[in-house]
């Protein structure tokens, strides 16, 4: 970093992979850059927070010194030091670095904000790979600064494609060992075929081929021959016999003039188009081993499957939904009882008094305990949360004193802790008595937490296998 300091004299200051070209503040003169500041969001746009000075940056305006002291390819660049500092090369906005990334004259600029304390879920992986196979969204929350926090707990793809035989569906595409797995479904090469077992032993879709059609007697002396045999028999394609709708059938060895022929495959089934017309029915019908796999899954049948089911353990809950009072984003648009909740944001009509010394705005009004009187010095026990989530933890009450001389009243409510979004991580972050109920951030497709498969014909842990291991 190069300085000089003086009345308009200008330095340059490295800020990530950018520089920018400022005017050193000094004493008396046009050289300062603008007034005081703590941060950035202090400065007007195209200025950022240097030294308690908000500074002109990349596109911002000049900070009078009579001359351009912008980055972007125009006027003077050199910083006035002879250090060219360069175009501004435009880039993807960073929140947070007090740059101009995208050279449009603007720091941070207002998509980079938030509300303190708001949570939202988040995912950096792939388009359409949250959710399906190892993948899982996380959370992030917003900081006093009003930027967004790191996403916490999501799991992105491993590879961009399968890169081992582990039967999970690492690359989250849907699809577990995808183009590794043999004939057979497993990992490595198929088994060989044995002759005589009545098996499928090389997974090629057929039964001791390469053998002798009577395993008894010798094609070259039928007369010789016990009576014709019968065997198993499949047509299907290779890895599909015995998965979903898939099953054999049975066939004769039977003389055909001076040769044994096996008569056509009887009984078998073989594979169909999966979920044909879009509509899922709950079967393997390709016999891949998945279950309506790309089709429609609308496990609470109100027409509506994920992603677009915020929620498909509730047949409530979809979008167009009547959005109701609970807690719960009942409609699927990203806000909890939006346009229902009261004055106070709660839920049902407020109280038409206040209630004194409880450090909440009962009749919702904008005020805590007006018109209330107590003790300078008092304390009192406070809670600001819905009602009915005090007992629940993490939430707990406060504390409020009571201050003034004359007239006095009870100063704001300290120490407590109110109810948050739920997410996936054990904890009962709406304080509502649940813990990781359906819906929560982090859930999987069905909208659960727990992703534990149980032998009862339902693909309880989302990853399209039906009681699988």
């Known amino acids: 970093m190069s300085m ?87 880039a993807e906005e960073r929140c947070g670095n007090g740059v101009d990334d995208d050279c449009d004259g603007t720091t941070d600029e207002a998509d980079c904000r938030c509300r303190a304390g708001e949570i939202e879920p988040c995912y950096e992986g792939p388009a359409g790979t949250a959710g399906r196979g190892d993948c899982r969204s996380g959370g992030r929350v917003c900081g006093i600064d009003g930027r967004w926090g790191d996403c916490v707990g999501q799991v992105l793809p491993e590879e961009p494609v399968e890169a081992s035989c582990d039967g999970r569906d690492n690359d989250c595409n849907g699809r577990i060992d995808e183009g590794m797995l043999n004939a057979c479904g497993g990992c490595g090469a198929p088994p060989p075929e044995a002759c005589g077992n009545s098996l499928d032993d090389d997974c090629d879709g057929a039964i001791d081929e ?98 677009a089911d915020c929620n498909d353990l509730d047949p409530a809950v979809h979008p167009g939904a009547a959005e109701v009072c609970d807690g719960f984003d009942n409609d699927c648009d990203g806000v909890p009882d939006d346009g229902v909740t009261n004055g106070c944001g709660g839920c049902g009509a407020p109280a038409s008094d206040e209630t004194c010394g409880d450090g909440f705005d009962n009749d919702c009004d904008g005020e805590v305990d007006e018109f209330c009187s107590c003790s300078a010095g008092e304390t009192a026990s406070c809670y600001g949360g819905p009602p009915g989530t005090e007992s629940h933890p993490p939430c707990h009450a406060g504390t409020m004193t009571c201050t003034g001389g004359e007239i006095t009243s009870w100063g704001p409510c300290t120490g407590e802790a109110r109810p948050g979004v739920e997410v996936c991580n054990g904890v009962d972050d709406d304080c509502d008595g649940r813990t990781d109920e359906p819906g929560a951030i982090g859930s999987n497709a069905c909208g659960e937490c727990v992703f534990v498969e149980s032998c009862d014909g339902i693909d309880n842990d989302c990853d399209g296998l039906t009681d699988e291991g």
């Open 210 to 307: 390469d053998c002798a059609c009577d395993p008894l007697c010798a094609l070259d002396d039928p007369a010789d021959c016990h009576p014709p045999t019968r065997q198993p028999c499949y047509q299907g394609p290779p890895g599909t016999l015995g998965f979903g709708i898939c099953r054999g059938g049975l066939h004769d060895c039977v003389r055909s003039g001076d040769a044994w022929v096996w008569t056509p495959c009887v009984g078998q089934v073989l594979p169909l188009a999966e979920c044909e017309g879009g509509v899922a029915d709950g079967v393997d019908q390709d016999c891949d081993g998945w279950t309506d796999e790309d089709c429609l899954r609308d496990r609470d049948g109100d027409g509506v499957a994920p992603p």
């Open 4 to 90: 000089r300091i003086g009345v308009g004299v200008r330095c340059a200051w490295a800020i990530g992979t950018f520089w920018a070209a400022v005017a050193c503040g000094g004493s008396g003169g046009s050289g300062d850059g603008g007034g005081s500041c703590t941060t950035a969001r202090d400065c007007p746009p195209g200025q950022v927070c240097v030294a308690n000075r908000c500074v002109a940056v990349d596109g911002g305006a000049d900070v009078g010194d009579g001359s351009d002291d912008r980055t972007d390819g125009g006027g003077d660049a050199t910083g006035g030091d002879g250090g060219e500092t360069g175009p501004c090369v435009p």
